[in-house]
């Protein structure tokens, strides 16, 4: 009896050992990082912002909120790449979706970045999307 479990429990940690966990882009750290921005303008617009448009990111995950509901999801930075993954977002009912639209269609074309003293830019194709400051 001992015989068959021993076996059986060794086969099921030689099964659990082949198992792969799918690849994930290396993680670097980076100047971006452990830091509140808020969110001061974005292409081509003239809504206004909301004080409570901030983002942060903190080891491989973002979380802010779009002026109304709060956001978040994961990213990946190598150099001043970035990408950020699908964010899921709370559904109060606000005043103004467009900008919560914006803002959260935006964050899935974003690929790159750049710091310059206290403001971020995050960019789509070499051009700023969004802007932020240092909070």
Same mark, same amino acid.
């Given at each position: ?50 004080? !409570? *448009? ?7 995950? /973002?979380?802010?909120?779009?002026? $109304?509901?709060? +956001? &978040?999801? @994961?990213?990946?930075? !190598? *150099? ?7 964010? /899921?977002?709370?559904?109060?009912? $606000?005043?103004? +979706? &467009?900008? @919560? ?21 995050? +960019? ?12």
């Amino acid at each position: 009896m001992i015989k068959h479990f021993l076996t059986g429990l060794t086969l099921i940690l030689i099964v659990a050992g082949c198992s792969q966990t799918p690849a994930q882009p290396p993680r670097t750290s980076s100047i971006i990082e452990d830091r509140e921005w808020e969110l001061v303008s974005f292409e081509k617009t003239n809504m206004a912002i909301p004080k !409570n *448009a901030t983002l942060l990111l903190i080891d491989g995950r /973002y979380m802010g909120n779009t002026g $109304c509901n709060s +956001m &978040g999801g @994961e990213y990946y930075i !190598n *150099a001043d790449k970035i990408n950020f993954t699908a964010a /899921y977002s709370t559904k109060m009912s $606000c005043a103004d +979706m &467009g900008l @919560e639209m914006k803002v959260l269609g935006l964050m899935q074309k974003v690929d790159q970045f750049k710091v310059e003293e206290s403001r971020l830019t995050l +960019m789509h194709k070499g051009q700023g999307v969004m802007r932020f400051i240092e909070k």
